[in-house]
């Protein structure tokens, strides 16, 4: 049901990534067996283009073996096999072996036969918007109109944004570098190119005016990175989940129909601030939760102290701040098990207790055992516990309203053994009480969370700030201080370390298939945090 071709071929077992001659046999005989088998069939009569391995191909999913007694392999890298006869014994097999599957199921057959010319057809429609992007090329007035071009003619040197929405696009244009900085604000939803045919991706305004700008023409054919007018093109969003949505939006584009320009190293993000905070003459933009933790919190442990039971003097200056920091990230991953079923009185009881699940010679058994030892001990929770398949986790369920469960799984997790690690370093103050001491003004907290709260509520008197929630809010000034002078800025360098990775994630996060984009947020969406909508 998809759009792109997943062919891996291999000689031997061994994986020959630029193919050779047994992936051009097979090609061969997939190309001459359809058109042949669609030509005869009568599909090909109200469509005299013919179709071609391209539209044989779309949407492919294949692996092609072969196994021969004196390989013959191109490079040292053994990435392509040259044997010469290889592909027409490969052709032949193929030719037959497919002819064969079509006269014993025709139904499937047709079926491919119908997506083969459909696939044609949007070629052939593809065609005429490229040639229609390439006639207007630089020139169309609608990117005339649109975007900002800069006064750098080296592509070395310049840099292309592209930004969401119009009024950031303004204030873009307005505080860039004009010698260098090109800027091409895009408005509303860019398609979805996972799923959409490549026509329809080319007729779309948005994409159009960007294979404009960029200059390198589009599809296999005439698609020439060395063509490109910009060696850094910056993705700049909003940083709520619509921001995230279009810039992933773009992503998907760039991957599926200019894969080059991630792997020349051109494509980047910009990271715009996410606060702007001020306290007394310091004014400062931040980019994260953390950071905005950080900043309030390393002058406000110059001044205070916090006392803990058993101790002759109160913790201050850096050990404080280092305590601060131990005590924000187990409350962060200390989340993460509650968001799952584990109640927080049970979770801290195991970590009283230094309970660590993946000591040797621990398994599912014990970890259940651990856990109803330690509901017994904080009281109050109804658990039973049913076991799982061999080496499989057990499922612990806790009575109530409303009931909760979850799998001794958690407790083998890097999450619990990172959590293990930091409880260490904040065990005494989890012992509570503990007393927060700032000159003569002294606060008692009860836990661990409080302890966070209370000192980031004391860190932050007297400051003010303000969480940007889009591109918008901010000024052309501040917009360019902060998100696209070279010397202030940060950028992420978008990279792919993993090919079959990358495409086996844009197939499940933009594809057609519902199923598998359920399962992936089922599983990952209790570890989201901080999510702006």
Not at 37 to 47: S, V, W
Not at 50 to 61: A, H, P, S
């Amino acid at each position: 049901d998809g759009y792109q071709e997943s062919v891996f071929s291999f000689a031997n077992n061994i994986n020959t990534r630029e193919g050779g001659t047994h992936l051009t046999g097979f090609r061969a005989a997939l190309t001459v067996t359809l058109s042949n088998y669609a030509q005869a069939n009568g599909f090909l009569k109200n469509f005299k283009s013919g179709i071609t391995g391209d539209d044989v191909r779309e949407g492919l999913t294949a692996v092609v073996s072969v196994r021969l007694p004196e390989p013959q392999f191109e490079g040292q890298t053994k990435a392509k096999l040259g044997n010469s006869d290889i592909k027409g014994l490969v052709q032949q097999i193929v030719n037959d072996k497919l002819a064969e599957a079509f006269e014993e199921d025709p139904t499937t057959a047709r079926k491919i036969a119908d997506k083969c010319v459909r696939a044609a057809q949007a070629r052939e429609a593809a065609r005429k918007a490229r040639e229609l992007t390439r006639k207007k090329g630089v020139d169309d007035e609608g990117l005339a109109a649109k975007l900002a071009e800069c006064s750098e003619r080296d592509p070395q040197y310049r840099e292309l944004f592209l930004v969401e929405g119009a009024s950031a696009g303004g204030s873009a244009k307005e505080g860039r570098d004009r010698r260098t900085q090109a800027v091409l604000p895009l408005r509303g939803k860019i398609i979805n190119a996972e799923k959409a045919r490549y026509d329809k991706v080319l007729s779309h305004n948005e994409i159009r005016l960007l294979i404009s700008a960029l200059g390198t023409g589009i599809g296999p054919e005439e698609f020439d990175v060395a063509k490109l007018r910009y060696h850094k093109i910056i993705l700049m969003t909003d940083a709520d989940v619509d921001g995230a949505h279009i810039r992933t939006l773009l992503l998907t584009f760039f991957f599926r129909h200019m894969v080059s320009v991630i792997e020349s190293g051109y494509l980047y993000i910009a990271q715009p601030p996410l606060f702007k905070v001020k306290k007394g003459k310091v004014e400062k933009y931040l980019m994260s939760e953390r950071e905005f933790e950080e900043f309030f919190l390393t002058t406000w442990v110059e001044d205070a102290g916090v006392k803990v039971p058993g101790a002759k003097t109160p913790i201050t200056g850096e050990p404080l701040r280092e305590l601060l920091r131990a005590v924000s990230e187990v409350e962060s991953l200390r989340g993460k098990f509650t968001r799952r079923g584990v109640p927080a009185p049970l979770l801290n009881e195991l970590l009283r207790t230094k309970f660590r699940g993946t000591k040797r010679g621990v398994g599912h058994p014990e970890i259940a055992e651990a856990v109803v030892r330690a509901a017994a001990a904080v009281d109050g929770y109804d658990v039973s516990v049913q076991a799982g398949e061999a080496n499989e986790g057990h499922t612990v369920s806790i009575a109530g309203t409303p009931p909760r469960s979850f799998s001794t799984d958690l407790f083998k997790s890097p999450d619990y053994v990172s959590l293990g690690e930091l409880w260490e370093q904040v065990a005494t103050v989890a012992k509570g009480p503990t007393t927060i001491i700032e000159g003569d003004r002294e606060t008692a907290v009860a836990s661990l969370d409080e302890l966070h709260r209370v000192a980031l509520e004391h860190a932050r008197a007297g400051a003010t700030f303000q969480r940007y929630k889009g591109l918008g809010e901010m000024n052309a000034e501040e917009l360019a201080d902060t998100t696209m002078n070279a010397e202030s800025r940060t950028l992420l360098k978008v990279t792919m370390e993993d090919a079959v990775g990358a495409d086996q994630m844009f197939t499940v996060l933009m594809g057609d298939a519902v199923e598998p984009r359920r399962e992936f947020i089922e599983k990952y969406a209790l570890d989201v945090a901080n999510l702006d909508i």
